[in-house]
C-alpha cells in the first residue's frame, strides 16, 4: 500500500554532504522497516542502510559506516540517508525501499526482502 518518492540527489564534489529524502504514502507507513539500497549502471543493486518501523534498530553497508545516517519520522511519512565525506565511488542511483516487519530485521539487508520501491535518485561525486 505504500508508494515511495525520493528526493535530494545531484551532482556534488567529494566530501559533499546531501541528505536524501524518501517521503511515503499510506495509512500503514509505520509498519514497515525501510532501507536504502544504491545502484550502478551494470552493477549490482547493493544494500546501503535499513532502520526498523520504530527506528530503533539500524544497519549499515561496511564502506558507508560512519559516513551515511538513516533516520525515519513515521509522524511526517519520512525517510532520511544523511551522506557525509561522499567519496566518488558512492555515486549510484539511490533507491528508498519498504519491507513488511513480519522478517526479522537482521534479514533487511537483502533486496528481495522489500515489497515496496521508489524510482531512485541518481547522487553523482565529482572529485
Known amino acids: 500500500q505504500v508508494q515511495l518518492v525520493e528526493s535530494g540527489g545531484g551532482l556534488v564534489q567529494a566530501g559533499g554532504s546531501p541528505r536524501l529524502s524518501c517521503a511515503a504514502s499510506?495509512?500503514?507507513?509505520?509498519?514497515?522497516?525501510m532501507g536504502w539500497f544504491r545502484q550502478a549502471p551494470g552493477k549490482e543493486r547493493e544494500f546501503v542502510a535499513t532502520i526498523s518501523w520504530n527506528g530503533g534498530s539500524t544497519s549499515y553497508l561496511n564502506s558507508v559506516k560512519g559516513r551515511f545516517t538513516i533516520s525515519r519520522d513515521n509522524a511526517k511519512n519520512m525517510v532520511y540517508l544523511q551522506m557525509n565525506r561522499l567519496k566518488p565511488e558512492d555515486t549510484a542511483v539511490y533507491y528508498c525501499?519498504?519491507?513488511?516487519?513480519?522478517?526479522?530485521?537482521?534479514?533487511?539487508?537483502?533486496?528481495?526482502?522489500?515489497?515496496?520501491w521508489g524510482q531512485g535518485t541518481q547522487v553523482t561525486v565529482s572529485s
Open positions: 525501499a519498504a519491507g513488511d516487519t513480519s522478517h526479522p530485521v537482521y534479514v533487511m539487508i537483502t533486496p528481495r526482502f522489500y515489497d515496496r
Open positions: 499510506g495509512r500503514t507507513f509505520s509498519t514497515y522497516h
